[in-house]
């Protein structure tokens, strides 16, 4: 079955970096656009990323563009986001997510499956 899992999160200081991976198993990867996105406590779900099945395209949320690179290779079936210059704002727990298709939607709509989720926490 289809599986996503986070991985690569935890507490960071402001103007520090994280890399979180999402590996995925059950589909291949290659076929599909991805997504990350991220909820804050108390807030709705964001979409902050996302990248085109072969990789040629990304997209960011304005809150983050800049900061964060999505990035994914197709042959590990695997995921990433590098977090850069984070703000305690930042702090969520963030989710990967599969598209329907191979093109970002630039929202968290017409995703199928999502992943659990990696806490990250920006504090000093």
């Known amino acids: 079955q289809v599986q996503l899992v986070e991985s690569g999160g935890g507490l960071a200081q402001p103007g520090g970096s994280l890399r979180l991976s999402c590996a995925a198993s059950?589909?291949?990867?290659?076929?599909?656009?991805m997504s990350w996105a991220r909820q804050a406590p108390g807030k709705r779900l964001e979409w902050m990323s996302g990248?085109?099945?072969?990789?040629?395209?990304?997209y960011y949320a304005g809150s983050v563009k800049g900061r964060f690179t999505i990035s994914r290779d197709n042959a590990k079936n695997t995921l990433y986001l590098q977090m850069n210059s984070l703000k305690p704002e930042d702090t969520a727990l963030y989710y990967c997510?599969?598209?329907?298709?191979?093109?970002?939607?630039?929202?968290?709509?017409?995703?199928?499956?999502w992943g659990q989720g990696t806490q990250v926490t920006v504090s000093s």
């Open positions: 990248i085109s099945s072969d990789g040629s395209k990304t």
């Open positions: 997510a599969k598209a329907w298709g191979r093109e970002v939607s630039g929202s968290t709509d017409e995703h199928d499956y």
């Open positions: 059950g589909f291949t990867i290659s076929r599909y656009a």
